[in-house]
C-alpha cells in the first residue's frame, strides 16, 4: 500500500525495473508503463487524501 511519496516513488522504480526499462521515462509507445504509472499515482492520492469508496 502506497503511503507516501517516497513509497510511491519505490513502486514506480519497480515496475520499471519489472518491465526491462532501462530509461527512466515511458515513450509514447510505452502504453503498458504509462498506465501503470497512472494506477500507482491514483493508489497513492487515494490513500493520501483519504477519499474514495471503502
Known amino acids: ?3 507516501s511519496k517516497a513509497d510511491l ?3 514506480m ?3 520499471r525495473i519489472h518491465l ?3 530509461y ?3 515513450k509514447i ?3 503498458v508503463w504509462r498506465y501503470e504509472i497512472y494506477l ?3 493508489e497513492y492520492y487515494n490513500n493520501v487524501s ?3 469508496a471503502s
Do not use: F, L, V
Request: net charge positive; no cysteine.
Open 40 to 42: 500507482r499515482k491514483s
Open 24 to 26: 527512466k521515462k515511458p
Open 9 to 11: 516513488r519505490e513502486y
Open 1 to 3: 500500500m502506497i503511503q
Open 13 to 15: 522504480e519497480a515496475d
Open 50 to 52: 483519504g477519499g474514495g
Open 20 to 22: 526491462g526499462y532501462e
Open 29 to 31: 509507445r510505452d502504453i
